[in-house]
């Protein structure tokens, strides 16, 4: 199965602007999704597709895809976005319809 | 407002096999594809399946030898069974439900908009 692979761990000074990044084979077929983690909760979708943010996710998140890299931007970090983030992509290897995360990249916010 | 909430016992014995349901509230669960999807402690999410309300099926290739999704639309739940447990099925195991997007000209790509809070499943004898 393919493989999407992020930075383990990212950091950004408090309202400077961070991206993030996934990268894999998959992403120059199909959009990535971007969840949010914040410890002992359930993932959160920010950002789908080319660049959608659902219904209360702040402007500040935003979404880009160029070739084999999905990428993550939030433009004035705040300190409730420190949590761990993942992307995600939908994969067909063969006949198998299958559904990749990547690794995961912690962002901390100084 | 749409929730899931997932169920099940939180202690399985190894070689035996692991049965979790997904309750779907505030909205109907047809006409929507469902998803498990599952963590490790400390580690990152891995998906293992999809079930639409029909009834189809699509599981990850590493897990497929050993996972059946079911639906049941009268009760508006899904449910998941991983036989043959190990203690490397020990995880947070979440509900979710998957959005299939067909744009006009591009390939349809997924993401997961809701989940559920999460069950924690133990494998150990």
């Known amino acids: 199965s393919s493989e999407l692979t992020q930075d383990p761990a990212v950091s950004v000074a408090l309202g400077q602007t961070v991206r993030i990044t996934c990268q894999g084979d998959i992403l120059r077929s199909y959009y990535a999704s971007w969840y949010q983690q914040k410890p002992g909760q359930a993932p959160v979708v920010v950002i789908h597709?080319?660049?959608n943010r659902p219904a209360g996710i702040p402007d500040r998140f935003s979404g880009s895809s160029s070739g084999n890299t999905a990428s993550l931007t939030i433009t004035g970090a705040q300190a409730e976005d420190e949590a761990d983030y993942y992307c995600?992509?939908?994969?067909?290897?063969?006949?198998?319809?299958?559904?990749?995360f990547g690794g995961g990249t912690k962002l901390t916010v100084l | 407002q749409v929730q899931l909430q997932e169920s099940g016992p939180g202690l399985v014995k190894p070689s035996e096999t692991l049965s979790l349901a997904c309750s779907v509230s505030?909205?109907?669960?047809?006409?929507?594809?469902w998803s498990w999807i599952r963590q490790p402690a400390g580690k990152g999410l891995e998906w293992i399946g999809r079930i639409f309300s029909s009834g189809n099926t699509n599981y990850s290739p590493s897990l497929k030898s050993r996972v059946t999704m079911s639906i049941d639309t009268s009760k508006n739940q899904f449910s998941l069974k991983l036989n043959s447990v190990t203690a490397a099925d020990t995880a947070v195991y979440y509900c979710?439900?998957?959005?299939?997007?067909?744009?006009?000209?591009?390939?349809?790509?997924?993401?997961?908009?809701?989940w559920g809070r999460g069950t924690l499943v133990i494998v150990s004898s």
């Open positions: 597709g080319k660049n």
């Open positions: 979710a439900r998957l959005i299939a997007v067909v744009p006009a000209d591009i390939p349809e790509y997924w993401y997961f908009d809701l």
């Open positions: 995600n992509s939908r994969d067909i290897s063969g006949n198998h319809v299958d559904s990749v």
């Open positions: 505030g909205d109907s669960i047809s006409y929507s594809f």
